[in-house]
């Protein structure tokens, strides 16, 4: 019997967020990794609103919890946002208690207001992973750029600045793969990104190419998005923190490459060109 088959044997893995991004991206691969021989007995636990867990409603995390031995944590609207740490933190600390001390937390990459969420979870005694993500690919084919794209035109508060677009189906396999390689990631903050640094310009031309269409990239100031995000009903306090956070994310901190995904999956990530084919194929960017 191998290391990994002994760790993963019989492990129930709680994965909350899973109806969403990325959720549902770990949630999937953690059943494929249970279909193999090396991680035998992998159980997947999904967790979301619809099926009883609430981030806000902490009666409801004693449920999901029990009989668990490892979670992947992704904190709703934003792991900076200031509800963040104290959730996760309580969480945690309720996990291990509970006996769910393995636990894998997904952060922002060079976003500073996601450290006091990370600093909860590694004080609350669990033995602990970060991962802190790039932007998102799959944030031009899910959620609210979608619909502008549709029309033609996204309208974004990104300047010119190069961003590592990773895949999230990269996220889940590193996730999959802290949560079922025993100690190796314990303790560890994984940085991780796409294989290549793009604009928002040039990822709207590369969804250009993949669809045979013509769309364009209108940048914008923060303030000005906020105002946009206001006029579609999006709450006062939230679109504060957003143009915080867009003011200060997208200022070219992370224009830079890591290697981590092929060291951790020993394959290279997903590349933007491939994410566009896909979603160009399925339709996505159909108005």
Do not use: C
């Not at 939230?238 to 890591?258: I, K, M, P």
Request: proline fraction near 4%.
């Amino acid at each position: 019997m191998t290391q990994n088959t002994q760790n993963t044997r019989n492990t129930t893995v709680l994965v909350t967020g899973a109806s969403g991004r990325t959720g549902s991206r770990v949630a999937e691969a953690a059943r494929a990794a249970g279909l193999t021989v090396r991680a035998a007995g992998l159980t997947v636990r999904a967790a979301s609103r619809a099926t009883g867990f609430d981030w806000a409603d902490r009666a409801s995390w004693a449920a999901a919890l029990a009989g668990a031995d490892a979670a992947y944590l992704m904190y709703p609207t934003d792991v900076g946002s200031p509800s963040a740490a104290g959730a996760v933190g309580t969480l945690a600390r309720e996990a291990v208690e509970a006996g769910v001390r393995r636990l894998v937390l997904l952060s922002s990459r060079g976003e500073e207001r996601a450290r006091p969420t990370e600093e909860a979870l590694k004080e609350s005694g669990a033995h602990w992973t970060v991962v802190r993500a790039a932007w998102f690919a799959q944030n031009f084919s899910e959620g609210p750029l979608v619909e502008g794209l549709r029309h033609g035109e996204l309208v974004f508060p990104a300047g010119e600045v190069r961003e590592p677009f990773i895949d999230v189906r990269d996220i889940a396999d590193v996730v999959v793969t802290a949560l079922t390689a025993g100690e190796r990631y314990v303790g560890r903050t994984l940085d991780i990104t796409g294989p290549w640094l793009l604009t928002f310009r040039e990822a709207v031309a590369e969804i250009s190419a993949a669809t045979g269409g013509t769309f364009t990239y209108t940048p914008v100031s923060a303030r000005q998005y906020g105002e946009n995000l206001k006029a579609f009903g999006v709450p006062p306090e939230e679109v504060d923190f957003l143009v915080d956070l867009f003011e200060s994310l997208l200022d070219g901190r992370n224009a830079h490459l890591s290697e981590e995904v092929r060291q951790i999956l020993g394959r290279a990530p997903h590349d933007f060109s491939e994410f566009a084919r896909e979603n160009a194929a399925a339709g996505v960017w159909k108005a």
